[in-house]
């Protein structure tokens, strides 16, 4: 039987997951969990390279993402693990940053995007270098496609730069070049109307809320700016709440748009309409999240069981590596192991 392909993808646990994350990546995982092997990073030191001053909460976030992971739909097959208790992603991204130039990374587009989006003046080292982390995260587990956005197609460039170095410089070709999974990443506007949905700016709707929380948030909601009266006619592809049915209610997109554009609804109905759909297609996320938010035991295991199994497979990785750079000192390790 053929082997299935590898995918490595996850997120960074800066807090509960949105439906941002759900348009952008989650519900495309759920999608691809069943034809691929996959591997989902919970990225936690990839925190630390902007948010040293908010890292306390980090163990607290890495629970509430696996719970909105299995929340959504991905599967206990899957492998769930967290990237600070892989060590030899550490030992791997200080192999690799050998073979990367500073020049290089300050050219990365996506670093500089990253910086300006998030406030990173004073750029620090683990910053600029963590497209290198992520080579490792990628490569330690030898995953053939990254589901990608475009704008994150520098990064996995960069990996294969860093493959190319590796079997040049070593003479051996301990990895293959990984492909992007491209897909088409929507970006979810916020309930602000402008920015995209984030956390830090307060205008998301979380798996975690409750459908009391969900319909505050909807209603306040920014619509058609150029709807100033009930009477007017509305704008449905200038009104952000428009987006919201076409992608969680399409089958009543067609009714919506007539209605708006002939007045015959008003916005503060279609919204609490909205906030209906929105509620019943959440509603079993919810009730699935909830179930594991209230068995955190169960949850560090599934995390466990996921971590120990990624590791199995860097360690393998890291042996070759070491191999390849001739720095495995097999002599040495005996003696680390007979305790002298
Ligand atoms: Fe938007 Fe609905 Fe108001 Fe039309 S009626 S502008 S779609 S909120």
Redesign the pocket.
């Known amino acids: 039987m053929q082997q299935k392909k590898r995918i490595l993808t996850g997120d960074r646990p800066t807090g509960q997951l949105h439906l941002g994350h759900y348009v952008g990546t989650l519900k495309d995982r759920v999608r691809l969990q069943d034809e691929y092997d996959c591997f989902f990073i919970i990225a936690d030191l990839q925190v630390l390279t902007d948010h040293l001053e908010n890292y306390s909460s980090i163990e607290s976030n890495v629970f509430e993402v696996m719970c909105d992971y299995l929340g959504v739909g991905l599967k206990l097959e899957n492998t769930f693990f967290v990237q600070s208790q892989v060590p030899e992603l550490a030992e791997l991204t200080m192999y690799f940053s050998f073979l990367v130039t500073l020049p290089r990374l300050q050219r990365n587009p996506t670093v500089k995007d990253e910086a300006k989006t998030y406030g990173v003046t004073n750029i620090s080292y683990g910053f600029l270098g963590y497209p290198i982390s992520q080579a490792a995260d990628i490569l330690a587990f030898k995953a053939d496609l990254i589901p990608v956005g475009q704008d994150q197609l520098p990064h996995i460039e960069q990996t294969r730069e860093i493959v190319r170095s590796f079997n040049r410089v070593f003479g051996k070709e301990v990895f293959a070049l990984p492909e992007p999974l491209v897909g088409e990443v929507p970006v979810l506007v916020g309930t602000d109307g402008t920015n995209k949905m984030s956390k830090s700016l307060d205008n998301f709707v979380a798996f975690a809320h409750s459908p009391e929380e969900t319909e505050r948030r909807i209603l306040n909601m920014v619509?058609?700016r150029k709807?100033a009266y009930r009477k007017d006619p509305?704008?449905?592809d200038e009104?952000f709440?428009?987006k919201y049915?076409s992608v969680f209610a399409s089958t009543d997109t067609l009714l919506?748009r007539q209605?708006?554009e002939t007045a015959a609804?008003?916005?503060k109905e279609?919204?609490a309409q909205l906030t209906g759909k929105l509620n019943e297609r959440l509603a079993e996320i919810r009730e699935r999240r909830q179930c594991y938010v209230s068995q955190p035991d169960l949850v560090w295991d599934i995390l466990a069981t996921g971590t120990k199994r990624a590791r199995a497979v860097a360690t393998e990785t890291l042996e070759e590596v070491r191999e390849a750079i001739r720095i495995s000192f097999p002599r040495l390790r005996v003696s680390i192991k007979g305790g002298q």
Do not use: L, M, Q, S
């Open positions: 619509t058609d709807r509305g704008h449905p009104c709440a428009f049915w919506v209605e708006c609804r008003g916005c279609c919204k």
